[in-house]
Structures are given as structure tokens and as C-alpha cells.
């Protein structure tokens, strides 16, 4: 039985017009003589009320005791988010608009080096390096007007005075008015991030040491072997493979600093020619397997090769020749350019017919064009013949 307002109220004036009748008979019982009909009429209803009183006190006692039941419900998963805030591995606080912080965990006090009472009331600012401080005000105001999550990488201070590089992640918390009220920041020591990233520096350098070195000379071709993978560390390689035709087609080049092999391709024709004097490493995929460090090393290397091979394919989707020549030189101006005088020079001296068959056109074609940009004063060339790119 479900009693709801309707009910109640129903019930409610039943009680009343009965308890008024009760009540008229009691006042008029040693006066007035009963009516034969009355006192049964008033024992019915009585009982009736009896009823309905019964059955909801019995439906009262039901919803307690769900009321109960939801209530120990909700304080056991509120106990649980509690407790996964608490003992989080990160240090999480919760602050108002303004930086206050109004909740912090255990682990945001043992990274700050200050007990979880003395936490409450104080500023992030006070917890800010001082060089940070003013740019952190700023990214505070911006915060409340952010719809987004940010990270913050910032100097954290400790109470004691020590200081480490810690990634701040902040999210606002809104009413139903999308009013902000609060923030939450989630904070990690990055300290050893930024350790392991000069350690990749320092292996980036050490990728050539304690190796057997190759050399090659200009023009020639460099042996492609499964499970090896070379890394330049002088000069510059052409990548390319065959099309229907048997025309030669660039893919790539690897310049100074990158990688390549045939484990980094799926192409069945993959040749490797040095378009200058060049000096190699080899690392077998074995070691990059047993070696994280080195792995992390490489991948940036790995991602770089794929961005070029991108910019490689944007230019062979282009229509026009002219827009794919143009769109080529603004590639090679950023791989292989070097800032001069007068503009930014190509390192590597590259032919007409590799010009060509890196934009999928003929050597005739690419030598109007040369004179075309030539003409308009956009390239020129070097007593080298290396071109220098002015103002594409």
C-alpha cells in the first residue's frame, strides 16, 4: 500500500469529522438521550480509522526501514570515495574559485611536507616557487572560465623549502547554474620525468658511442638487413622505392639525428642511397627490445620518420605540379635547410630528376619551374649549386 498526499489528506479529514462526532457525543452522552444509531456508527468508523492507522503505520515502518537501508547504502559508497580519495596514490586537494583549499588527501600532505589540518585554509599559491607565483595567479583566473581540463607544470615548494617540478591537473566544478564553485587538482612529482627525459638527451648522444661506425660516400647504396636499424649520425640518406613504371620515387630522407631500415616499412622495394658523405650506426631490434631506455629513445626518432613520410604523401596528393614542387621545397626547408644571408640554403644538393621523382613529375617540368622561382626571386643557388630558398 502506497499512501500518498491524496491519501493522507483523506485520511486526515475522515479523523477530524470522526473526532468531532466522538466528541459531540461525549459532551452530549449524560444529556442528551443516544440515539439508537449513533454509538454503533461512531464504533465503525472508530474502527475503521483503527485500520487505516494500522496499515500505515505498518507502511511507515517499511519506508524506514528502506530509508534505512538506502542511508547505510550511501554512507558505505560515500565511505568508499572517501577512502579512494584518501589513500590515492596522487595527491589530490579540492579549493575554491580563488586557490583555497578546502579538502586534501593524505598523499597531497605528504607530498607538500605539511600535516592535512594546516592544509585546509591555505592558498596554492603559498605552495608556488616564487618565480611561478604571477603566472600561476594568471592560469588561476582563466581557470573558473575554462570549460576544459588544464595541466599546469609548475615549481612546487615544500614547507621544509624544497623544491620540485610537479603537473598540475585541474578540472572545474560547476552548480546546475554552470556557475563554477570549486576546482579539483590532481598533482604529481614529475621530478623523475624530467630526469629520464635528460637521460634520453644524454643516450640520444650516446646512440653513436661505444658503436662500430659506417661510412659511406656519396652515391652509395647502404645495405637494408631485417632486424637492424641504422641511425645518422653525419650526412644525409635518400629513401626510395620503384612505381609501376620503374621510375626511381623519394619517400624520405634521413638526415642527421634520424633512423631508418627496412623494419620501419612495408614497401617490397626500399633502396638507401647516401646523397652525401655519410656516417651510420646500426642497433639491432633485439636490443631496442631489451632496453626501455633505449626504446623510449628512438620512438620520437621512429614518429619523425612517419610525419615526414606524411608530408611526403601530402605532396604527391596534390594536383597541380607547381603546388607540389612549392609544397616540396617547404618540406626540405625544414628537414635539410640551413639559415644564410639570404634566405634558408638546402644542405644537400639534389638533381633535377630527384626533385622530380619526389613530386611525381618529369625533369623538364621541374627545371621551368626552377626558372619560374628563379625569375620571380624566390630561390636562387650558391656557387654550389645549393638552392637557397628566399620567400616562397
Avoid at 626547408?333 to 639559415?339: R, S
Wanted: net charge neutral.
Amino acid at each position: 500500500m502506497n499512501i500518498d498526499k491524496l491519501e493522507i489528506d483523506k485520511f486526515t479529514k475522515r479523523v477530524q469529522g470522526m473526532h468531532r462526532r466522538l466528541t459531540d457525543l461525549y459532551d452530549n452522552l449524560n444529556t442528551v438521550p443516544v440515539m439508537p444509531n449513533v454509538l454503533p456508527q461512531a464504533l465503525v468508523e472508530l474502527g475503521s480509522a483503527s485500520e487505516i492507522v494500522h496499515i500505515a503505520t505498518e507502511e511507515l515502518r517499511q519506508q524506514n526501514e528502506e530509508l534505512l537501508q538506502t542511508r547505510s547504502l550511501l554512507e558505505t559508497e560515500r565511505q568508499r570515495y572517501q577512502d579512494l580519495f584518501e589513500f590515492a596514490p596522487d595527491a589530490y586537494l579540492v579549493t575554491n574559485t580563488s586557490g583555497i583549499i578546502r579538502e586534501a588527501n593524505r598523499t597531497a600532505a605528504i607530498l607538500l611536507d605539511i600535516s592535512q589540518h594546516h592544509l585546509i585554509g591555505k592558498p596554492m599559491t603559498n605552495f608556488v616557487a616564487l618565480p611561478d607565483r604571477q603566472s600561476f595567479r594568471a592560469h588561476l583566473i582563466q581557470l573558473s572560465e575554462s570549460n576544459k581540463v588544464k595541466e599546469l607544470i609548475v615549481h612546487i615548494q615544500k614547507r621544509n623549502g624544497e623544491l620540485f617540478d610537479a603537473a598540475m591537473t585541474v578540472g572545474v566544478v560547476r552548480n546546475q547554474e554552470r556557475q563554477p564553485i570549486a576546482l579539483r587538482w590532481l598533482i604529481r612529482d614529475i621530478t623523475e620525468r624530467k630526469q629520464v627525459e635528460l637521460a634520453v638527451l644524454k643516450n640520444d648522444c650516446d646512440l653513436s658511442q661505444n658503436r662500430l661506425w659506417h661510412k659511406c660516400s656519396k652515391g652509395d647504396f647502404i645495405p637494408l638487413k631485417p632486424g637492424i636499424i641504422w641511425y645518422v649520425c653525419q650526412g644525409c640518406v635518400k629513401l626510395t622505392t620503384l612505381c609501376e613504371t620503374g621510375e626511381e620515387v623519394i619517400v624520405g630522407l634521413a638526415g642527421e639525428g634520424m633512423v631508418f631500415g627496412s623494419s620501419l616499412t612495408g614497401l617490397h622495394t626500399y633502396q638507401a642511397t647516401a646523397l652525401s658523405n655519410v656516417e651510420l650506426v646500426s642497433i639491432h631490434l633485439a636490443e631496442i627490445a631489451a632496453s626501455p631506455m633505449l626504446s623510449y629513445t628512438l620512438l620520437p626518432k621512429i614518429n619523425q620518420r612517419l610525419q615526414q613520410t606524411e608530408s611526403f604523401l601530402l605532396i604527391a596528393g596534390r594536383r597541380r605540379v607547381q603546388d607540389r614542387f612549392h609544397q616540396l621545397l617547404v618540406l626540405l626547408q625544414q628537414e635539410i635547410g640551413q639559415a644564410v644571408e639570404q634566405g634558408t640554403r638546402l644542405s644537400i644538393r639534389l638533381t633535377h630528376e630527384e626533385l622530380a621523382s619526389a613530386c611525381c613529375t618529369t625533369r623538364v617540368t621541374i627545371t621551368r619551374l626552377i626558372g619560374q622561382l628563379q625569375q620571380q626571386g624566390k630561390i636562387s643557388f650558391d656557387s654550389r649549386h645549393h638552392i637557397i630558398i628566399k620567400n616562397l
